[in-house]
């Protein structure tokens, strides 16, 4: 019906520091009522070719601005993002089914954190420099922007994730077309009518909405564009590295991930459950570095069993609106249902079902019925061939099974295709450096998880992707470098 359409929020593309609307929408639903609440442009080439033409146009200014007057354009974007927090929490809960609290907490904070972070290690960045006296030679090296840079972000930490690539670029001097998922497009457009104000000039930053497989790909095929950044799956990457491979692009590329959680006899319970209970539930376990295969040691794992799942029962399920909840809504119908068909095939397995899908009953208020909501699951003894071992489920599911040496787990936590994160929990200095060591990961966490310091180097090996972002990593990502050698 007309009516309802007109109470439904419709976004556009930002192109060229306007706002343009789209010939064709997308439906994205609110994932705690099941309801269409918003229409995202469906965009394609045409879209994509006018802000990639936005973006070049706009690059000869920014790229000559010099590092501090970015560096004060990207604070103010900060503080206009932190002045309006709540109003994008919200948005970020009601759009993606996380928690307010999650988005109050971590999400949003950590999207204003982004921009101010590199607003400040862009001002300290050196570049090398080497002399060959016996020639009269000196070596330098010197650093620019690389052009319009793609950047395309997940579902999971809509504005957290976008931010963590615009930032970087933008202040390293490069324009960007950024494709946020169109299933989470309202945090990107609010972002987008922010720009302006802080003084961020026409074309600098375009956005561009709708799917990966119209808008993503104009993007990734475009000459334009030397440079993609990419967060999402495994499977999408591979298409992106095929599709770039022909115009030799630059690509950042941070997948999935099968983080284990590997608990000594020794390890500290009282800290280890409660933060392992996080690290598997967190953000509905929607979160690449979450924990989903726990390896605990056999003479604690019928203790750390109990206790762990009596925790992980505490945690509330419900409306993402209300502060006292624990665990949103999934992000769609059909993801709800692909994480539901893991559990069913771990019971099929002969594997054991705790707590939470198909186990505890969910109640849900009134107007969340038809959410896409699950509980807290927690499956022992599944196979370390099960696809449940073995593939990112994504969601609120971690599976927990016992080991006995120090060697067997490393290899056990080892045998699977990804290696994003990990963590390690001991009581015994020596044997977290050497289990760090040998794990194939590219962060290791011990007796914490989720602890950051952006200046540190973030990606996986394997197929967790390609690439590092960080302080000096995202340097060295988006920009160019070039030797200078100097005969006096």
């Excluded at 010099?66 to 759009?95: C, G, M, T, V, Y």
């Excluded at 609106?321 to 709800?336: F, N, Q």
């Excluded at 939470?356 to 109640?363: I, M, N, P, R, T």
């Excluded at 050497?434 to 990961?441: G, I, K, N, Y």
Aim: contains cysteine.
């Amino acid at each position: 019906t007309m009516a309802h359409s007109k109470s439904l929020l419709v976004l556009e593309n930002f192109i060229g520091g306007k706002f343009v609307p789209c010939s064709s929408y997308i439906d994205s639903y609110n994932p705690s009522t099941g309801d269409v609440y918003c229409r995202v442009p469906d965009s394609g080439k045409e879209e994509v070719e006018a802000a990639v033409k936005a973006a070049k146009d706009a690059f000869p200014i920014w790229s000559s601005k010099s590092p501090l007057e970015r560096s004060q354009i990207l604070n103010k974007l900060a503080d206009l993002i932190e002045h309006d927090l709540e109003a994008f929490a919200q948005a970020e809960s009601k759009d993606q089914g996380k928690t307010i609290t999650f988005a109050r907490t971590v999400d949003i904070p950590r999207a204003v954190y982004n921009f101010r972070f590199f607003a400040s290690s862009i001002l300290h960045h050196v570049t090398e420099c080497t002399e060959m006296a016996t020639v009269g030679c000196v070596h330098y090296t010197s650093r620019a922007p690389v052009g319009v840079a793609g950047l395309i972000s997940p579902w999971n930490l809509p504005l957290y994730l976008l931010t963590w690539k615009i930032a970087p670029a933008i202040a390293c001097g490069n324009t960007v077309v950024a494709k946020p998922s169109e299933m989470t497009s309202v945090t990107a457009w609010m972002m987008c009518k922010l720009l302006e104000k802080a003084g961020i000039p026409p074309g600098v930053v375009n956005v561009v909405f709708g799917t990966g497989a119209k808008a993503g790909e104009a993007l990734v095929c475009h000459p334009d564009v030397p440079l993609i950044s990419f967060t999402g799956s495994t499977l999408t990457a591979q298409r992106i590295t095929e599709k770039s491979a022909p115009h030799c692009k630059r690509l950042s590329l941070e997948l999935g991930g099968k983080n284990p959680a590997i608990i000594f006899d020794d390890a500290d319970l009282s800290q280890c459950i409660p933060t392992t209970v996080r690290s598997s539930f967190a953000n509905q376990g929607e979160i690449c570095l979450c924990t989903s295969r726990i390896f605990v040691q056999r003479g604690i794992y019928s203790e750390f069993l109990k206790r762990f799942v009596a925790e992980a029962k505490k945690w509330k399920t419900g409306n993402p609106s209300d502060p006292t909840v624990d665990v949103g809504a999934l992000i769609s119908k059909e993801h709800l249902e692909k994480v539901r068909n893991y559990v069913k095939k771990a019971q099929t397995e002969g594997a054991r079902v705790l707590c939470g899908e198909g186990v505890d009953s969910l109640a849900l208020p009134p107007g969340n019925q038809k959410g896409y909501f699950m509980l807290p699951t927690v499956i022992a003894e599944v196979k370390d061939e099960s696809c449940c071992m073995q593939e990112e489920i994504f969601g609120p599911v971690t599976c927990v099974v016992a080991f006995d040496t120090e060697e067997e787990v490393i290899q056990r936590a080892n045998g699977v295709k990804y290696g994003l994160a990990a963590t390690v929990w001991s009581g015994s200095v020596g044997r977290v450096h050497r289990v760090a060591h040998r794990l194939q990961s590219g962060l290791v966490w011990t007796n914490c998880w989720l602890v950051r310091d952006l200046n540190l180097p973030f990606g996986g090996m394997k197929a967790s992707g390609i690439g590092r972002e960080g302080a000096k990593d995202s340097y060295e990502f988006f920009t160019e470098v070039k030797t200078i050698t100097i005969k006096h």
